[in-house]
């Protein structure tokens, strides 16, 4: 009876050791996304690279997307078929068809053959509503 004892002791000690331990684990994992979604839009967004053009208080619409690479896209007022992927963006600006005035540097952006057609990088110096 006291083996038995032991044993079911342990056996909950280990149980509990496990709960907390994942746990910790999704605490973690919840913790990363919360600060990697922040305000990045776009991981490979290279921010050193050549500016190519310059806007300045430019009206635009945000567009937003079912993609986990592009979640959310600008189109410039009187664009044809050019997408602005902005380096970081505030989440308050994740609304679909949100007219915006934007101001920033587009930069020049390699293809990578995964991407669709006409997507620039930007890095914005101002955004508002």
Same mark, same amino acid.
């Given at each position: 009876m006291l083996q038995r004892q032991l044993v079911t002791g342990?056996?909950?000690?280990?149980?509990?050791?496990?709960? &907390?331990? &994942? &746990?910790?684990?999704?605490?973690?994992?919840?913790?990363?996304a919360c600060k990697k979604g922040e305000s990045s839009s776009h991981q490979n967004c290279d921010t050193g690279a050549a500016t190519?053009?310059? &806007?300045?208080?430019?009206?635009?619409?945000?567009k937003l997307t079912a993609t986990a690479t592009h979640a959310i896209y600008l189109v410039e007022e009187g664009a044809v078929d050019t997408k602005l992927i902005?380096?970081?963006?505030g989440m308050e600006y994740y609304q679909n068809d949100l007219s915006v005035i934007i101001s920033g540097e587009v930069k020049q952006t390699k293809p990578d053959g995964m991407s669709p057609c006409c997507m620039e990088n930007i890095v914005l110096t101002s955004i508002s509503k």
């Open positions: 342990c056996h909950v000690a280990n149980m509990r050791n496990n709960f &907390i331990l &994942i &746990i910790l684990v999704i605490a973690s994992c919840f913790c990363y190519i053009r310059t &806007i300045v208080s430019k009206k635009a619409t945000v902005p380096c970081s963006i």
